[in-house]
């Protein structure tokens, strides 16, 4: 029989008299939970007390087999073997942390271990933990779950005193085995298919959502590498104490694009002198509700669009702050909302807020705390609540990371936002004609009412939602009172070029935004709400799922923008559609949500999972594929610069120097590791692929067979490096011909 994450039922288990063992997923949490519950004798790998004992994983601790585990016969790389589709699902111990496994093990069959308390992170990836730990030890006794938002000392004692029947969770488990049954199907498979159909000398890795996220980086690339800018232009006519912007009525996508220089150069010619009518004013009083509270994704997309954090970056310092800090809830979550009983919570939670934050307060005190349905509702709530501050004064945060520092203060200013009022401003907008032909239109806004950006001052972050790109723009010209008749003279006009500009390279905050909707371009906060379960991966797996594209050099991260490389670009066009789609994706993360509501079955969901996995595998076999360069499926080589030499190539590093890749083209560039018997130092290397003499470096062995002292630096014609003596200043140069060797290979 293949190990079930579900539970056992045992007939009967006495656990009176005996102990709990708890089981956290690291070992700070389990620290935690030891001290609150009195478990305070240490033992290897665990803490125990006199009624609990605490231990820990260290993340994953059991894994789904490789394939040789499943099958001996799978060891071997063959188009022959696959599909690979276990007949049983075989587990294995990690071996970086089987010695902590082994313990586990030894402890959940102790004769008085009575029962087991699942306090593994509380999210579908954290049930796996404990379930394959369950399941791979053979543990047949009753578990129950602790399940909390946040690790302060209360919460932890809360949750101690309202622990579920693990058998609840049984549809979490079902999706998480799914989850990783599937990741293993698909990933295995395919990246074995490919990478021998193609006979690469390096891996096609294949992903079910590391591919799909690929795709769309690279539909993005080729989007910017075959775009094609036009000229058009624009007319600004200055009006005084305001300007206006010259725009067609009769079109109704890009009304102010002009597509000629001459037709703008009539509209120029018509302004000289003319003035113009006011034809109609609009005022209107507008709101501008607070933004959503955060999840993980939107949290990660704002500290990259605001500090150039990375996914990974920001959900490093969430956990620290959750698990550490104890001065955020749990992070990993895909809500913006809060539960409705959490209300009663939300004065402790201020008050608890360090005294930054108490100008901010003042406010709140005056009026009871909105109880608006964009905050609570229950509806919207599944595993976690949004990312807010808990209850807990958060201490010594001038030790903490300046990530830290900020994360915590974008959740922060985000909670208080959430219970001021709506920004109220004046919207005004006015058309004005010249002669029967021209019309100029010119938009203002003035405040009258602050509202919640009254939370983000000048020192805070600025005020405008990264999450939310239809926001009007705060910097909108303050309007002249005006009415339908008034006549304005044109001061002066300005005639603009511009050109259409390629959609922009994703960065991460906008990759995260599209994986978060598969792919499709959701402006409205709400609505990308309501799509969250057909998103690429989850909130917790997204960050990774980057960095791994990133690792196995399909993927390059330069400053915030994302490209895909060569490699990424051949393996993209390479796969099946179906294997790419970020759709079809989409739809499996959507029953896999749905499996764990209850709402899917699991067998079903694999059935159908297996069936994808044979015909994908089996198209690759048959199917006939255009030749493939082995170079172009390399991970990309580091570059450091344009070649000083021939101005064209890129250096590059090989084994004995660094050259120029057009070193076969006859470009002769070289800076040598070693050099007149002394290795070369990184720092010297450094400043002689800047095109600058190192400093004053011993032991160069001179062909007289003395030891001297020198500088190296690059030979006029840039094909060699030469040696400057110190003190005789004599120089020894290397041969011409030595460029010419092919150092980069």
């Not at 302060?152 to 979490?172: M, S, V």
Request: positive net charge; proline residues 6%.
């Amino acid at each position: 029989m293949a190990p079930d994450v579900r539970y056992h039922k045992p007939s009967h288990v006495d656990a009176q008299m005996k102990k709990t063992l708890v089981f956290a997923e690291k070992p700070s949490v389990g620290r935690d939970i030891a001290r609150i519950i009195g478990a305070t004798r240490q033992g290897k790998g665990f803490l125990e007390g006199e009624r609990y004992v605490v231990t820990w994983g260290v993340g994953h601790l059991v894994c789904l087999g490789e394939p040789d585990v499943q099958n001996p016969d799978w060891k071997k790389w063959s188009l022959a073997t696959l599909p690979m589709i276990p007949s049983e699902w075989k587990l294995t111990a990690i071996p970086q942390t089987k010695d902590q496994f082994d313990i586990v093990s030894d402890l959940v069959r102790r004769d008085d271990i009575g029962d087991i308390v699942n306090a593994a992170d509380a999210g579908r990836e954290g049930e796996l933990i404990f379930r394959l730990v369950y399941a791979h030890s053979g543990c047949a006794k009753p578990v129950r779950r602790l399940w909390i938002s946040s690790m302060t000392d209360e919460a932890i004692r809360q949750g101690f005193a309202e622990l579920k029947p693990g058998a609840e969770y049984d549809n979490l488990a079902a999706a998480a085995e799914c989850r990783s049954r599937a990741d293993w199907l698909v990933g295995m498979n395919f990246t074995r298919a490919y990478t021998k159909k193609f006979n690469t000398d390096s891996v096609l890795s294949v992903g079910r959502v590391q591919t799909p996220t690929l795709a769309m980086v690279v539909k993005r690339h080729h989007e910017i590498a075959h775009f094609k800018p036009v000229d058009y232009w624009e007319i600004i006519a200055d009006l005084g104490d305001f300007s206006a912007i010259w725009f067609d009525p009769r079109e109704k996508t890009t009304p102010t694009r002009i597509p000629t220089v001459e037709a703008a150069n009539a509209i120029m010619d018509r302004l000289r002198g003319a003035t113009l009518d006011v034809t109609k004013v609009t005022t209107s009083k507008k709101k501008q509700p607070p933004p959503l509270l955060y999840d993980l994704t939107t949290l990660q997309r704002e500290a990259n669009s605001r500090y150039g954090y990375t996914a990974a970056q920001t959900l490093a310092a969430a956990q620290s702050l959750y698990e550490q800090k104890k001065a955020l809830t749990y992070p990993r979550t895909d809500s913006r909302f809060l539960s409705e009983d959490l209300y009663k919570t939300i004065p402790q939670r201020l008050a608890a807020l360090p005294p930054t934050y108490s100008p901010y307060l003042a406010p709140l005190r005056q009026e009871k705390l909105s109880k608006s349905k964009r905050i609570f509702d229950n509806a919207q709530v599944s595993d976690h609540h949004a990312i807010i501050p808990t209850e807990q004064k958060p201490g010594g945060m001038m030790g903490w990371k300046p990530e830290e520092q900020k994360i915590y203060d974008l959740v922060a200013r985000r909670f208080l936002a959430v219970f001021y009022p709506d920004h109220e401003y004046l919207a005004t907008s006015v058309t004005l004609q010249a002669g029967k032909e021209d019309h100029f239109k010119a938009n203002g806004r003035v405040t009258v009412k602050v509202g919640w950006k009254a939370v983000y001052d000048k020192t805070a972050p600025e005020t405008r939602d990264a999450d939310a790109p239809g926001e009007e723009s705060d910097d909108e010209q303050a309007l002249p009172e005006m009415k339908k008749g008034d006549i304005r003279s044109v001061k002066d006009a300005k005639l603009q070029v511009r050109q259409t500009k390629p959609p922009p390279a994703y960065t991460e905050a906008t990759l995260l935004q599209a994986m978060e909707t598969a792919g499709k371009l959701i402006d409205d906060d709400e609505l990308r709400q309501a799509m969250k379960d057909c998103g690429l991966g989850t909130p917790a797996t997204r960050a990774e799922t980057i960095e791994k594209l990133i690792r196995v050099g399909y993927m390059l991260r330069e400053k915030k923008k994302l490209t895909p490389t060569s490699k990424g670009i051949q393996l993209v066009s390479l796969v099946a559609p179906q294997v790419a789609s970020p759709e079809l994706t989409g739809s499996w993360e959507k029953r896999l949500t749905d499996v764990a509501r209850g709402k899917a079955d699991a067998k079903q969901f694999m059935t159908d999972i297996t069936a994808f996995v044979r015909d994908i595998v089996s198209s690759v076999k048959t199917g006939r594929f255009e030749t493939v360069r082995r170079e172009d499926l390399r991970p990309p080589r580091p570059t450091f610069g344009v070649c000083p030499a021939c101005g064209k190539g890129s250096i590059i590093e090989g084994k004995r120097g660094f050259g120029c890749d057009r070193f076969r083209e006859g470009c002769s560039y070289v800076v040598w590791k070693e050099f007149e018997g002394l290795a070369l130092p990184q720092e010297a290397i450094d400043a002689l692929i800047a095109g600058k003499a190192t400093k004053v470096l011993s032991g160069f062995k001179t062909a007289d067979g003395r030891t001297v002292d020198g500088r190296v630096r690059m030979r006029e014609d840039k094909t060699g490096i030469e040696l400057v003596e110190s003190k005789t200043k004599a120089k020894t140069k290397t041969p011409k011909s030595a460029g010419k060797e092919k150092a980069a290979e």
